[in-house]
């Protein structure tokens, strides 16, 4: 089945610099790759997605970039603020409806 | 529209003793989702469901059953349960489009001790 990677663990950031986190998938199959955000005690929520036919997504601060042949996908944060402190897990999935499998997840701390 | 919701928040069960958790949601989903969260290890999908009385297993099926019976539950059912099953459980749905995003319920924390 698809095993996701993440890395980071952690990350910490100053406020303003960018952020970076990185994943890889095993199933070459796999064409969506959501990232989901989770602040502390809450319920995770989704921030942006990917399908594979798509190299690169922005929207405002955050982006994510696809790299099928090597079989990796990045978010990328910009201009961080305290309010991006956060676990953020990505997931693949061989179809936009069903089963994820999620990352171990990153736990991103802005410091002012 | 209150979304996806779950009972109870918190509990605390002995070993070898079963309770169900509940899941409903009001937007009409077909597909909902049961996930545990154990720290540090991300999300990992115990059952799902593609519509009312469909259910297959996901990644951790044991020692946990499900049933879809409408379009707007999804209980999951612990039976006898273990200390490995201390967990936040998470029930999501996913609508039909055009997002494919899956929507959470707010968690139910589960000790067993």
């Known amino acids: 089945g698809e095993n996701v990677e993440q890395h980071p663990s952690t990350l910490s950031v100053q406020e303003g610099d960018s952020a970076v986190i990185k994943c890889t998938y095993s199933d070459s199959a796999s064409n969506y790759f959501p990232w989901y955000k989770q602040e502390l005690g809450k319920r995770p929520q989704l921030i942006i997605d990917?399908?594979?036919?798509?190299g690169e997504k922005k929207d405002q601060r955050i982006a994510v970039t696809l790299n099928k042949t090597a079989k990796h996908f990045s978010l990328h944060i910009t201009e961080t603020q305290p309010e991006d402190s956060a676990v953020y897990f990505c997931?693949?999935?061989?179809?936009?409806?069903?089963?994820?499998?999620f990352g171990a997840g990153t736990q991103v701390v802005v410091t002012p | 529209n209150a979304g996806v919701t779950q009972t109870p928040k918190f509990r605390i069960l002995k070993i070898g003793q079963s309770m169900t958790l509940q899941c409903t949601q009001d937007m009409n989903h077909n597909y909902m989702y049961w996930y545990r969260q154990d720290p540090g290890m991300g999300l990992k999908l115990i059952y799902y469901s593609v519509g009312a009385g469909i259910t297959d297993k996901g990644e951790v099926p044991n020692g946990y059953n499900v049933s879809r019976s409408t379009t707007e539950d999804f209980p999951l059912r612990l039976e006898l349960a273990a200390p490995s099953q201390t967990s936040v459980y998470f029930c999501a749905s996913q609508g039909g489009g055009p997002t494919y995003e899956q929507y959470f319920g707010p968690g139910t924390r589960l000790t067993v001790t």
């Open positions: 997931a693949a999935s061989t179809d936009s409806w069903g089963k994820l499998q």
């Open positions: 990917i399908r594979s036919n798509v």
